[in-house]
């Protein structure tokens, strides 16, 4: 086989592995969490303590991670696509954990109150 056709056959088969790959990255779905095993388990003081005293450590050991965060909601917001983001913390302090809920769960979100107690599962994204 002349070195023409394996530059045209290896790049045939880049062409290829990019269009799957591109094709499963356009096609893929969040990962339903709502029966998915938490890999950490904590208050939202916890959460927000581990990220204050060392953000380097929590990012590494929550992000991409199943958290289920048990706290207050200070507030539920709603933002203009009708997505809703609950915020819990402590009444007082400057930090708070921000959850961005899932389009599947806009209905549960839009019936938490200010000031219930929750426990939400989710991904970790960040701080």
């Not at 029966?35 to 916890?46: E, G, L």
């Not at 302090?93 to 389009?103: K, L, P, W």
């Given at each position: 086989m002349s070195g023409k056709k394996i530059a045209w056959l290896t790049l045939l088969l880049a062409a290829v592995a990019a269009g799957i790959y591109g094709y499963k990255e356009f096609t893929r779905t969040n990962k339903q969490l709502i029966?998915?095993?938490?890999?950490?388990?904590?208050?939202?003081?916890?959460l927000i303590n581990d990220f204050e005293n060392d953000d380097n450590m929590a990012t590494t050991r929550y992000n991409g991670k199943v958290l289920e965060v048990s706290g207050s909601v200070l507030t539920v917001e709603k933002d203009d696509s009708g997505y809703y983001t609950v915020i819990l913390g402590e009444q007082g302090?400057?930090?708070?954990?921000?959850?961005?809920?899932?389009?599947t769960q806009q209905a549960n979100a839009a019936r938490i109150k200010a000031g219930s107690s929750v426990l939400i599962r989710g991904a970790?994204?960040?701080f």
């Open positions: 029966n998915a095993k938490p890999d950490y388990t904590m208050t939202a003081s916890a302090t400057m930090s708070a954990v921000r959850c961005s809920i899932d389009s970790c994204t960040g």
